[in-house]
């Protein structure tokens, strides 16, 4: 097959990339490197079967025409992260809007298969867990613009299920908060990656709030099988959560890494309007319900978080020392 990636230079965008290599599809890398790197893409920028297309989906005229060549397009392009949502909210609103309704039109036009990457954030606050594909949303208001990243995303799934109807090939995945080696910024929040920094440098870890908020964190792996599962077109119309279930406070995720770093780390707790003032409230518990994914999809997110953690801080300390991060 050949396939365009959005985003394809992101954290889960590179390991993406070159798993498909792998398994012998050819690939166009769409990226502006806002927050991806062309380096991420390494060593798959040599690939004989993959091109890396510096540009955005927000360029329609440029998506006409890689598009014009692919079988499916995987669209991963996303403005996301926490500071993204509370100091940026137009640019979350129009890349995730704009950029997923060029993609969707350009796509139906040419009948192409589309995954769309979705998120658990679309979810929001919804107290019963954990959460099954219709689970009901449930937000705070759209003055909070805590919560436009939700509605730009939930509204782009919105878009998808509409195309889908009038029978446009197209998969959404949810993902639950992926991490493993190589790139994953933290300047926008992620806190696997900003813990394992802070434990390895010996500086605090800071936990925000009292820590008891939980997540179902996702090894890359297991975030990559399942999208790539998701292209298969029995899918069509189907959304997905794309997750481990195992779940873990940030308190332990805490005392987890600074046992593995072996790192003298402080853990400290830091009130969350600190941080983010008044304009955040954070998600106190996210666990997926993968029953559909597992018995559609023969999705196995079988990688445990002790596995995880260790492997990512293998990495971390493998490039820490040469480079600062
Ligand atoms: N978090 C934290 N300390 C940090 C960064 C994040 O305690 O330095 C917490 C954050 O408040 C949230 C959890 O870790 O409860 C996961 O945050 P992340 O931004 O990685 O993902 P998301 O909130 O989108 O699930």
Redesign the pocket.
Known sequence: MKILITGAAGFIGSHLVAQLLAKGHTIISLDNLSTGEKAYLEPSLSHVNHTFVYGSVLDRSLLIDLMDSCDAVIHLAAVL??KNLVNNPLKVIEGNIDGTKNILEIAYAKRIKVVFAST??VYGKNEKIPYTEDSDRILGPASKNRWCYATAKALDEHLCFAYAEKGLPVTIIRYF?AYGPRAQTSD?????P??IKQALKSQPI????D?T?T?SFTYIDDTVQGTILCLDNRWNGEVFNIGRPEEIS?NE??AKIKQICQSHSDIVH?P?EEVYGDKYE??KQ?VPDITKSEQLLQFNPSTSIDNGLKWTIEWYKKTIDGREQ
Not at 206 to 209: A, E, I, Q, W
Request: hydrophobic share 35%; glycine share 14%; no cysteine.
């Open positions: 992260g926490v658990s954030e908060n926008y929040g992620m806190v696997i900003k813990f800071t936990v925000y709030g820590g908020q997540r940030i995720l805490a830091i969350y954070d998600t996210r």
